[in-house]
């Protein structure tokens, strides 16, 4: 049978659409489900619930039935937020619903937060505070996205933070502090350890901030402590434009590990103490105002539930999702323990491997063996240029018997992701394309 994550496409193809994830579904192997309907239901409606949603009722010819528990009334994308921190996109870009998938797919909505997930025969019976009676189903997909670590002062208390990591009130707070920094003030920005949501998001952040300032605050700074040895995505595009674009404006200093924060007189003002990795040696830097991004795991329901291991995130089956720790759950999106980048269009891309492996398993089949997925993402460095990122990840056995999904260039098949050979105009053009077919292709 053949995988429908099977692809060939041009990077131009790829870039200026949404790649796989668009054209799958057209050759996608019909299913042999026979009755009673089989139930899944998916916790979370963010990028990667609202895609598994959405494919299992496609794939499935709407033989399965499937219902999203989700506690909002709204998805508020994390994707382009750092246009709206800087003001250059209006809040509203950033929203969606499921009313399409309600009404395009059948697809069922309940509005409520799970509070627990108990074995049920041969399925599951979800409590959802708010609701009566537990949801029966099949099998469940847990799909919370991240949540954050507390930051602490220098008496280990936790301390206020303003991460902006979570699209939504934080990111118009952070764009009106911005607005109000003095204009020859400092805002400090650090960076946690990976894994952490969207590799190049906390340097696209420095930029598009970089880019603000020289252009409305040329007298003030963005300090950049992040706790990885290097930039962790697009390297050289990032690096150039620090160089190159932001002189004074942006100061980027890697290895440096957040130890702790004093809180300031002024909102989210302050001091951070950071180690400085590797040396024993500690530094302070101030700022008029802090963002401070803190490391992360997976949501507090996968936490909740049993899924997670040591390293705060969920390991699963790499072919299906599927949990190691409480079988019959598949986990995905950013709360996944994989070799998978944190971001939204791979949750996407994730999320179909995971519809796919459900239909066959309810079909008596297994799992495809070798799935693949792409990832394709565009950065801006300012307000008129962007830079992107690609690769296509292929699912490998270990020497080890571990596996991985291992990142491939499109065109030359070398190891590791490939970016752009330098920012644009066009490639910023580009971008508002991306996403809006991205968006539009998850909540339609």
């Given at each position: 049978?053949?995988?429908?994550?099977?692809?060939?496409?041009?990077?131009?193809?790829?870039?200026?659409?949404?790649?796989?994830?668009?054209?799958?579904?057209?050759?996608?192997?019909?299913?042999?489900?026979?009755?009673?309907?089989?139930?899944?239901?998916?916790?979370?409606?963010?990028?990667?619930?609202?895609?598994?949603?959405?494919?299992?009722?496609?794939?499935?010819?709407?033989?399965?039935?499937?219902?999203?528990?989700?506690?909002?009334?709204?998805?508020?994308?994390?994707?382009?937020?750092?246009?709206?921190?800087?003001?250059?996109?209006?809040?509203?870009?950033?929203?969606?619903?499921?009313?399409?998938?309600?009404k395009n797919h059948?697809?069922?909505?309940?509005?409520?937060?799970?509070?627990?997930?108990?074995?049920?025969?041969?399925?599951?019976?979800?409590?959802?505070?708010?609701?009566?009676?537990?949801?029966?189903?099949?099998?469940?997909?847990?799909?919370?996205?991240?949540?954050?670590?507390p930051v602490l002062d220098n008496i280990a208390q936790p301390v206020a933070v303003l991460h902006a990591w979570q699209a939504g009130p934080q990111t118009t707070q952070l764009r009106d502090l911005l607005a109000a920094l003095p204009?020859?003030?400092?805002?400090?920005?650090?960076?946690?350890?990976?894994?952490?949501?969207?590799?190049?998001?906390p340097y696209e952040r420095a930029c598009v901030i970089a880019d603000y300032l020289k252009r409305n605050k040329p007298g003030a700074r963005i300090v950049v402590l992040d706790a990885n040895p290097d930039v962790m995505a697009e390297p050289a595009n990032f690096k150039n434009a620090f160089s190159t674009l932001y002189g004074a404006n942006l100061v980027y200093l890697p290895g440096r590990k957040v130890k702790y924060v004093t809180s300031g007189i002024s909102p989210y003002s302050g001091k951070v103490t950071v180690d400085i990795v590797g040396t024993g040696f500690v530094e302070e830097y101030s700022g008029d105002l802090l963002n401070i991004i803190p490391t992360q795991r997976a949501g507090a329901i996968a936490q909740a539930l049993g899924?997670?291991?040591?390293?705060?995130?969920?390991?699963?089956?790499?072919?299906?999702?599927?949990?190691?720790?409480?079988?019959?759950?598949?986990?995905?999106?950013?709360?996944?323990?994989?070799?998978?980048?944190?971001?939204?269009?791979?949750?996407?891309?994730?999320?179909?491997i995971c519809a796919d492996a459900i239909l066959r398993i309810l079909s008596n089949q297994a799992p495809y063996a070798t799935p693949t997925a792409n990832s394709a993402c565009y950065s801006p460095l300012s307000s008129t240029v962007a830079s992107w990122l690609t690769a296509v990840y292929q699912y490998e056995q270990q020497p080890d018997s571990s596996w991985k999904y291992v990142a491939r260039d499109h065109i030359s098949t070398t190891t590791g992701p490939t970016e752009a050979a330098s920012a644009s105009t066009g490639n910023f053009t580009k971008m508002n394309t991306w996403y809006k077919t991205l968006m539009t292709e998850t909540y339609s």
């Open positions: 049978m053949t995988s429908p994550f099977e692809f060939s496409l041009s990077r131009r193809h790829l870039l200026a659409s949404l790649g796989a994830g668009a054209v799958c579904a057209t050759t996608f192997p019909a299913f042999g489900l026979t009755a009673p309907v089989q139930k899944i239901v998916v916790i979370g409606g963010g990028m990667a619930g609202a895609t598994v949603a959405k494919y299992l009722r496609l794939w499935s010819n709407k033989a399965v039935e499937v219902t999203i528990v989700e506690p909002s009334t709204t998805y508020v994308s994390n994707i382009m937020s750092n246009l709206v921190v800087t003001g250059q996109y209006a809040p509203a870009l950033l929203n969606y619903n499921w009313s399409n998938l309600i059948g697809i069922k909505l309940v509005k409520g937060s799970v509070s627990q997930v108990t074995a049920n025969g041969s399925g599951w019976s979800v409590s959802v505070t708010g609701v009566a009676a537990p949801l029966l189903c099949d099998r469940v997909v847990v799909a919370p996205g991240i949540s954050f670590d204009p020859t003030g400092t805002l400090v920005m650090t960076i946690p350890p990976a894994p952490y949501r969207c590799p190049p998001g899924l997670c291991d040591s390293t705060g995130f969920a390991p699963v089956n790499g072919v299906s999702f599927e949990s190691t720790l409480r079988p019959g759950i598949h986990v995905i999106g950013d709360a996944a323990k994989t070799s998978l980048p944190k971001a939204g269009h791979v949750g996407n891309q994730g999320a179909k």
